[in-house]
């Protein structure tokens, strides 16, 4: 299936969230997920089926002043 990933696209055999960050390599990051501009939390992630054409945002926290 082909979806947009922080703004590029991409394919992915990923049927779940939690599947596509683990694909992407964000597997164990502490994140923040979005999903067509709907906050998914992280113990929902396992459980969200994604479609073809969802756009993903994926944010991690920044540290500095």
Excluded at 42 to 50: G, I, K, S
Aim: glycine share 10%.
């Amino acid at each position: 299936m082909n979806i947009q990933l922080n703004g590029k696209p991409q394919a992915t055999s990923a049927s779940t969230l939690e599947q596509l960050l683990v694909e992407a390599g964000f597997g164990s990051k502490t994140i923040a997920t979005a999903v067509n501009g709907s906050f998914v939390p992280q113990p929902l992630r396992a459980q969200h089926e994604l479609a073809d054409g969802d756009q993903i945002e994926v944010l991690a926290p920044m540290q500095g002043g």
